[in-house]
């Protein structure tokens, strides 16, 4: 694997495992209850800003995908990591409006444990005028080895360029 | 006349095998997805509730109930198309199935979700097209639409691992 030296150095990092621990204590986070979905599959946030943003959702028996194994369905870490990848890009230093998924490309590196909660990081790496670019790993805690990474693209409305109503 | 009571059980056999095997996976039932078939084709309807919002401003589908509603209906379709070839087998197999031994499901490679319009608080259908169905991977397109068929909200394209043969 080959791993180019000026590009995004901590984002490389990231995206390979790297060295360092993947995630230090992030507490118990909160429930994201402001985003319907999220509440209901139990998503909590223990932390967003400088364009980074880490999301969990715990293991629950009402999101297994496959009943023989009692693994998490994909689409439980799909929607995670689209609302880690959309939380990075509402935590840019830029005010933001609002954010609307574009598109988002997932690679399932193996099974999440069955039991253990998953962890998104997620980083909002460029933003353009309309568009912003983040990637993202899922993971367990302690782990360097990657359940998932995503890259997502994002149309977003700057607060500032609003100057008109129902523009 | 016995013929055609014979294909109407068939017909049955598959409507409750169908039924049997979407209830079987926990987070089918938490989004609340149903299948309908017509002939060899199936089609998913996520019913609208507010536990599915993204956005309750909007109020939009959160992107990721779309995305989960997408994966959830390509892993189905590939799913279905191994209990109906058992179906078709006749005997212990269709017995078998009736019973609720289930193939084991596949498992997500990676996909990518685009998302071309804002999911509004109504029903949502999708299907899925079976692109390629190899030994080892099967490849998937799976639209979603909300009121217009030939407007989707949303499109996933995907890579699944199959089940081991004999497994």
Redesign the interface.
Known sequence: MSRQENDEPQLGALMLGGTQPLLEPVGEGELMS?????G??GMRLHGAGGSVAILSVPYD????????TGV?????V???L??AC?AAVMAVPEKLE?T?????????MR?ASVGQTVFARAECYRITRSVAFARAVAFHEGSDDLVASAAAAFVIERSAKRTKAGG | MAETNHQMAREADRDAALSALTQTVPYNRLLGVRFERLGDELTARLPFRQGLVGNPLLPALHGGATGSFLEITALMQLAWDMVSAEIDKGGAWAKAVAEGAFPVFPKTVDITVDYLRSGRARDSFARARVQKSGRRVAHLHVEAWQEERLRPIAMLRGNFLMPGQGG
């Open positions: 402001g985003l319907p979905f999220s209901e599959i028996e009402r999101l297994i995908g496959d009943p023989q998490m369905h994909g689409g439980v799909t929607a995670l689209d609302t959309g609002s609307a998924t574009l598109d988002l490309r997932i690679d399932y099974p």
